[in-house]
């Protein structure tokens, strides 16, 4: 008689947690050592399609009717590979019986399979930009600057175009037709913090210019853990960080702020 391998005892619940609560812990240990970004490839990897959809699908949805015209070419390329496999097995005589959901899944792997070429495609030209910038940056306040100062030159291209098609200037930056609304009129003060939106200052008809770089139209909510910090855009396109305590002297006058002179 054959011997019964042995059976491996089930796992307890309390190995479970321990290999839990390690894990908690070595993240919070890279949290509070500054090493973060270590916990941001595996999340990409696991959550990064999520980010995608969340990022993909506000752009997506008003576009949906011309969605119908390459899902309705799919369809019908499934409908037509399906009768070929079905006509190719009868005339060759075999008794496989190949069903619709064998059809359904090799076109699945087709189109995974596509996917994973052109993100393949994509980490290897990332990569290869990437290759001489530094594995670790420092993630500190001025993200916050940098970003703001990004959407508002990327809002007074958008303000520039409207007033070229339009003649005048957008009464609100909700007429201006943007792709990622949401991610260009709001931003995050600091790191884990909600958002708020951007204040759009129209300029007034006959307005006298401050300085070369125009009237103020755009400033930015207070940056920074410490709310030190405000960014503002110009007419001319130009951007700049002040400080918090000149934003009352922005809203009143809309130009740069005067330096203070010091006795």
């Known amino acids: 008689m054959s011997e019964e391998p042995p059976t491996k005892p089930p796992r307890k619940w309390s ?18 050592s500054g090493l973060i970004t270590a916990l941001e490839l ?6 990064g399609w999520a980010w995608h959809l969340i990022q993909a699908a506000p752009a997506l949805l008003p576009l949906w009717p011309k969605l119908l015209l390459p899902l309705g070419c799919l369809a019908l390329a499934t409908w037509l590979v399906h009768r070929f496999i079905r006509w190719w097995i009868t005339t060759k ?19 995974l399979g596509a996917a994973a070429a052109i993100a393949l495609s994509g980490v290897v030209h990332q990569a290869v930009w990437l290759a001489d910038a530094p594995w670790w940056t420092n ?26 098609e339009h ?6 930056l909700s007429e201006l037709e943007l792709k990622n609304t949401f991610q260009l009129l709001y931003q995050s003060p600091a790191r884990g913090e909600p958002t708020e939106p951007f204040l759009y200052l129209k300029p007034r008809d006959g307005m006298v210019e401050g300085d070369e770089d125009g009237s103020i139209i755009l400033v930015s909510p207070l940056l920074g853990p410490d ?9 001319s396109g130009a951007t700049r960080s002040l400080l918090s305590e000149q934003l009352p002297e922005i809203l009143e006058t809309r130009r740069m702020p005067e330096p203070k002179r010091h006795d």
């Open 15 to 32: 190995e479970r947690i321990y290999a839990i609560l390690a894990i908690c812990l070595f993240a919070m240990f890279l949290g509070c």
């Open 42 to 47: 595996p999340l990409r990897l696991m959550l």
């Open 93 to 111: 005589g075999q008794s496989l019986d190949w069903r619709p959901r064998h059809t359904v899944s090799a076109t699945l792997l087709v189109l």
């Open 139 to 164: 993630r500190g306040r001025p993200v916050e600057r940098v970003e703001a100062m990004s959407k508002i030159q990327q809002l007074h291209i958008a303000i520039i175009d409207f007033q070229g």
């Open 167 to 172: 003649g005048r200037y957008p009464e609100s």
């Open 227 to 235: 709310r030190d910090r405000v960014a503002v855009g110009f007419t």
